[in-house]
């Protein structure tokens, strides 16, 4: 909980999603700690999953990799590990309810507390269902992650006074990827969330270029970008570093 509180503190925050293990294990933790070195504030990284229902054909395609790369849960959290022995950066997991449900509430939530995963976010566990998952995972000290989405109105007060860590806006309709337009009123759903509660919200689908960022952080107290450092990933490989070097720090101007 404190790192994730230290990624907004006094910052507008960064925060970079990659799947694990595309392209390999060994170059996920490098990924990591060079969007670090960049000025990322806090990592998501991506368990792959056969049937990621949020995900768009970028993200979809990188879980293909990972998987016919042998990718497991547990070399998931080998990634975390490794991490932890050089860097004390946020880590969320992003991952779907299956994957928790079958490695066991329990075991899972005992074994990110072990490797130092500081949150989980679930984007098909809705409000109503999601109490369970926090109750375990509340035992280890892993924060879950509310999303709100603009279908959300009627619910972005409900959802906002009981979320943890950071509240995840989804900036647009729709499953993850990079957009030219985003048209959603986002300053009037931040604004509805600030309402009620003083927890840090960061905007994420869709968001790409630097005026994207820059106008996003007018609202919100960080911003996340996913399909943009898969696309970046996918492109070059084992050779990645200096390319999303240079792009994290393009999105921080």
Known sequence: ????????????AFIAFLTAGDPTQEKTVEYILEM??????LIEIGIPFSDPVAEG????????????NKMTTDQVFDIVMNVRQCSQIPICLMTYLNPVFHYQYDKFFQKCQEVGVDGIIIPDCPYEESQEVKK???VYGITVISMIAPT????????AKEAEGFIYLVSSMGVTGVRQDIHTDVSKIVHNIKAVTDIPVAIGFGIHSPDQAQEMRKYADGVIVGSAIVKIIAQYGEHA???LYEYVRSMLI
């Open 1 to 12: 909980m404190n790192r994730i509180k230290n990624a907004f503190q006094d910052q507008k």
């Open 36 to 41: 670090e070195k960049a000025g990322a504030s």
């Open 57 to 68: 054909p970028v993200i979809q395609e990188a879980n293909i990799r990972s998987l016919k």
């Open 136 to 138: 375990i995972a509340k």
């Open 152 to 159: 959300s109105q009627d619910r972005v007060k409900m959802i």
């Open 241 to 243: 570093h200096n390319a």
